[in-house]
T-cell receptor
Framework: EAQVTQNPRYLITVTGKKLTVTCSQNMNHEYMSWYRQDPGLGLRQIYYSMNVEVTDKGDVPEGYKVSRKEKRNFPLILESPSPNQTSLYFC??????????????FGQGTRLTVV | AQSVAQPEDQVNVAEGNPLTVKCTYSVSGNPYLFWYVQYPNRGLQFLLKYITGDNLVKGSYGFEAEFNKSQTSFHLKKPSALVSDSALYFCAVRDQNSGGYQKVTFGTGTKLQVIP
């Protein structure tokens, strides 16, 4: 089954403790991205990747890092999480980054709480 | 800069009645427009998109959307609402003529509540 898989689905952590949220897709998509969803703000892009070893900042990259060493994986790293990073996070992929008419496939989300 | 507005945080409709979820957009060129649906505890799912051509676009689960260039709108519609349509709906836009890579901009979402 074609899917985008995020882990964990739920995470509670303490301020300053490094964490990684994994994202993997099995559709051989070139493009992957991370969003955070907050009430009243909709989805905001954190980082995106056009292909292996090609990443760039989205709208709200501060406090986050990403890597794209393999085509299928795109982990989101919070080096020193803070309470304002409490949010619902989504990973998404799509087949051709420059095909602007292509819809995205989303993971099920990771609900992160930083206390 | 591109933007999307969903003016209603929540829309309530009785089961069996027609529903409309509103979306307006702003781009410098021509738009690619998308609707996504998010059911509770799930990721976003693609519903439909407007690329070019016919202004009325049909999508999944009986939904359709009408592109209106003069009003810069892309409202989501369904002739007869089901309780199972209750979810969060997101409109999204991309500028066709941006040149190079252009990210998608999402609206803030509209919660649709279908009342039995």
């Amino acid at each position: 089954e074609a899917q985008v898989t995020q882990n964990p689905r739920y995470l509670i952590t303490v301020t300053g403790k490094k964490l990684t949220v994994t994202c993997s897709q099995n559709m051989n998509h070139e493009y992957m991205s991370w969003y955070r969803q907050d009430p009243g703000l909709g989805l905001r892009q954190i980082y995106y990747s056009m292909n292996v070893e090609v990443t760039d900042k989205g709208d709200v990259p501060e406090g986050y890092k990403v890597s794209r060493k393999e085509k299928r994986n795109f982990p989101l790293i919070l080096e020193s999480p803070s309470p304002n990073q409490t949010s619902l996070y989504f990973c998404a992929s799509s087949p051709r980054p420059r095909a602007l008419d292509t819809e995205a496939f989303f993971g099920q989300g990771t609900r992160l709480t930083v206390v | 800069a591109q933007s999307v507005a969903q003016p209603e945080d929540q829309v309530n409709v009785a089961e069996g009645n027609p529903l409309t979820v509103k979306c307006t957009y702003s781009v410098s060129g021509n738009p690619y427009l998308f609707w996504y649906v998010q059911y509770p505890n799930r990721g976003l799912q693609f519903l439909l998109k407007y690329i070019t051509g016919d202004n009325l676009v049909k999508g999944s689960y009986g939904f359709e959307a009408e592109f209106n260039k003069s009003q810069t709108s892309f409202h989501l519609k369904k002739p007869s609402a089901l309780v199972s349509d209750s979810a969060l709906y997101f409109c999204a836009v991309r500028d066709q003529n941006s040149g190079g890579y252009q990210k998608v901009t999402f609206g803030t979402g509209t919660k649709l509540q279908v009342i039995p």
